[in-house]
């Protein structure tokens, strides 16, 4: 049984006349009327009752004009899908992330892919930017937001965003009456982060930003989730050092403030393969890098960062900050 003897079968069942279905189908009657003798032959079943006047459907044609037509369906389906696979428009693009992307540049790019790429199938993988490089050198993802310095000859990398940090502060601490704290004032407070095994880069950035200032973080709880971090501030547990964008995890009983240290800054850059085992996988992958991109060179615009609720004094340093939240295109 071929397609083409279902096409013609629906035909000829949807017109119930042999010359329109022909004329549908653009073929002569007669070779039609054949094929759909050979179709029930195949069957063992008469499909239609034939007078020199009308055409009629039998029960067992009725049945099988059902099925013949969502076969057809499923049929066109697949070759679409194979159609857009094979253009670069369809498959599937598994995507690593840190989880502070959740709260910056993931929800815009996906935003900005989707629209471009419907058809294809986006898998998420929340990771810490060691086990994304992992992923990428075992190809189970093509491509990860994570935070810098990243080195590797096998891969490509962008700097999306250098973002500025910030202080988070029980709302009743000392520090959140000020419009902006320095590094060096948190010396003796006990701090709230992510363990060094779960977020190697990230961990000795802040540290390296403490040290800097003079003195080594007193860590009190190490916890791996962004909202039990500032939960645990908001109970008075210590205070933290996170990136801006996090600002928008609002609980009660925080503050957030800036950093007076322009230089306290953290980045986010997205990798992938240099070259992927799957070529035909390419345009999908340049497409996604390309939303990253855009969403990156609007992000202040279109995420409303640093325009949360005024609880984020306006530092002297503000403005320059915020400037450095534009994509960059070299890794610091």
């Known amino acids: 049984m071929e397609l083409r003897h279902l096409r013609y079968f629906v035909a000829v069942a949807e017109e119930l006349h042999f010359g329109r279905a022909a004329a549908r189908v653009g073929i002569?009657?007669?070779?039609?009327?054949?094929?759909?003798?050979?179709?029930?032959?195949?069957?063992?079943?008469?499909?239609?009752?034939?007078?020199?006047?009308?055409?009629?459907?039998?029960?067992?044609?009725?049945?099988?004009?059902?099925?013949?037509?969502?076969?057809?369906?499923?049929?066109?389906?697949?070759?679409?899908?194979?159609?857009?696979?094979?253009?670069?428009?369809?498959?599937?693009?598994?995507?690593?992330?840190?989880?502070?992307?959740?709260?910056?540049?993931?929800p815009p790019t996906l935003r900005r892919f989707r629209r471009d790429f419907p058809s294809v199938e986006v898998e998420l993988r929340e990771m810490t930017t060691q086990e994304q490089l992992a992923a990428l050198r075992e190809m189970r993802i093509q491509v990860g937001f994570m935070r810098a310095p990243v080195e590797s000859e096998r891969l490509q990398r962008e700097c999306l965003l250098h973002e500025p940090v910030v202080v988070a502060l029980p709302a009743e601490h000392r520090l959140a009456r000020q419009r902006a704290v320095s590094i060096s004032a948190l010396a003796e407070e006990p701090f709230v982060l992510f363990p060094r095994s779960y977020a190697l880069n990230y961990f000795d950035q802040i540290v390296g930003l403490c040290r800097a200032a003079g003195f080594s973080p007193r860590i009190?709880?190490?916890?791996?989730?962004?909202?039990?971090?500032?939960?645990?501030?908001?109970?008075?547990?210590?205070?933290?050092?996170?990136?801006?964008?996090?600002?928008?995890?609002?609980?009660?009983?925080?503050?957030?403030?800036?950093?007076?240290?322009?230089?306290?800054?953290?980045?986010?850059?997205?990798?992938?393969?240099?070259?992927?085992?799957?070529?035909?996988?390419?345009?999908?992958?340049?497409?996604?890098?390309?939303?990253?991109?855009?969403?990156?060179?609007?992000?202040?615009?279109?995420?409303?960062?640093?325009?949360?609720?005024?609880?984020?004094?306006?530092?002297?340093?503000?403005?320059?900050?915020?400037?450095?939240r534009s994509s960059q295109r070299s890794c610091l």
């Open 28 to 106: 002569a009657q007669p070779p039609l009327s054949q094929q759909i003798q050979r179709l029930e032959e195949e069957l063992g079943v008469k499909l239609l009752q034939r007078t020199q006047r009308n055409v009629r459907l039998t029960p067992a044609g009725r049945a099988f004009l059902q099925h013949a037509r969502q076969t057809l369906i499923q049929a066109e389906q697949a070759a679409a899908v194979a159609r857009s696979v094979g253009q670069g428009i369809g498959g599937r693009l598994a995507v690593g992330l840190v989880s502070a992307a959740n709260y910056n540049l993931l």
């Open 220 to 324: 009190a709880q190490e916890v791996m989730q962004l909202p039990t971090i500032v939960g645990l501030v908001g109970a008075g547990f210590g205070i933290s050092l996170l990136p801006e964008s996090l600002t928008k995890l609002r609980f009660p009983g925080v503050e957030y403030r800036p950093l007076q240290e322009a230089e306290a800054r953290v980045t986010m850059l997205l990798a992938w393969l240099r070259e992927l085992h799957d070529p035909g996988l390419q345009p999908v992958l340049d497409g996604f890098v390309k939303a990253a991109r855009e969403t990156a060179a609007s992000y202040g615009r279109e995420s409303g960062a640093g325009d949360g609720p005024g609880n984020l004094g306006a530092a002297p340093n503000g403005g320059e900050a915020r400037r450095h």
